[in-house]
């Protein structure tokens, strides 16, 4: 896997390569990109897909001890990274994250065409429900985290409604989610990049003037929303299309908040045609 030294450390990302058109597709808390595996096997014949990892719990590179992993550093480490790599015009595919917000409010969106927002955190709902209250309730005790992360090796707790069982509506492969949960599980510096990332939540003024931002991307727009998510309230998805100027709407049915999870197969369809729709 290729990586690339920003600012705040050393991110490992894929890379398909080709000269098709740029995705970026990005993840949420406790993952890496092997959450978006199928969606980028079934794009990877047409388009560039590239994968970070961020640094949020999945990555097994802690970054640099002063790094500003806030929600709003993390949001420029995707623009610096972006302008590491040498990519412009790209289409970012966001799930579960709600980054697109802060980037576009403070002014980092100048390399994105294109945007598809899936099942994320919007609006104020930070931390998002049931799991992300529960991560941020850990992130403040001592040693939360390390207790948390270690009870998820029991695998019948993954399911919980405080872990994955309102994240994911059928069980993430065990062999995916032992990947996702070993950096927080071996690595107190991983454990400390989490933690300055759930607990930099700002004031909810603020937090909804990120989403009235969306007002100004002119740009191309997808929102795709689980119509059964728990996490990431329904209507928060058509809230967001209304503001986008140029958006499109799609819900996808039998699905939770991970639709790369959950229905791989039918966002890659939909994802194809927007795509498709802009060349």
């Not at 941020?136 to 090796?153: D, I, K, Q």
């Not at 795709?224 to 928060?236: C, G, L, Q, S, T």
């Amino acid at each position: 896997m290729p990586d690339v030294e920003l600012s705040a450390g050393t991110l490992d990302y894929q890379d398909t390569g080709g000269d098709g058109p740029v995705v970026v597709l990005l993840h949420g808390v406790a993952m890496d990109g092997s959450l978006l595996r199928h969606v980028v096997a079934g794009l990877r014949d047409d388009f560039r897909c590239v994968v970070p990892t961020l640094p949020l719990g999945g990555h097994r590179r802690p970054m640099h001890p002063g790094a500003d992993l806030s929600i709003l550093g993390v949001a420029r480490l995707v623009d610096e990274f972006l302008e590491r790599l040498g990519l412009s015009d790209v289409t970012l595919v966001l799930n579960d994250w709600g980054g697109a917000q802060s980037l576009v409010a403070y002014g980092r969106e100048a390399r994105v065409g294109r945007l598809v927002i899936t099942s994320c955190e919007a609006f104020d709902n930070y931390p998002p429900g049931l799991p992300g209250g529960n991560l941020v309730a850990s992130a403040r005790l001592p040693g939360g985290l390390a207790l948390a992360f270690n009870l998820l090796r029991l695998r019948p707790l993954r399911r919980l409604p405080v872990a994955w069982g309102w994240m994911a509506k059928r069980p993430v492969p065990p062999e995916i989610m032992d990947t996702w949960l070993r950096p927080l599980i071996s690595s107190a510096a991983v454990r400390r990049d989490l933690r300055k990332y759930l607990l930099s939540t700002p004031p909810k003024d603020e937090l909804l003037a990120w989403s009235e931002a969306l007002r100004t991307f002119d740009r191309p727009a997808l929102v795709v929303w689980a119509a059964e998510d728990r996490v990431m309230p329904p209507a928060h998805g058509r809230r967001l299309a209304e503001l986008l100027p140029r958006a499109e709407f799609v819900e996808i049915p039998d699905s939770y908040t991970l639709i790369p999870e959950d229905q791989p197969a039918l966002l890659t369809t939909h994802l194809r045609n927007f795509l498709d729709d802009q060349r």
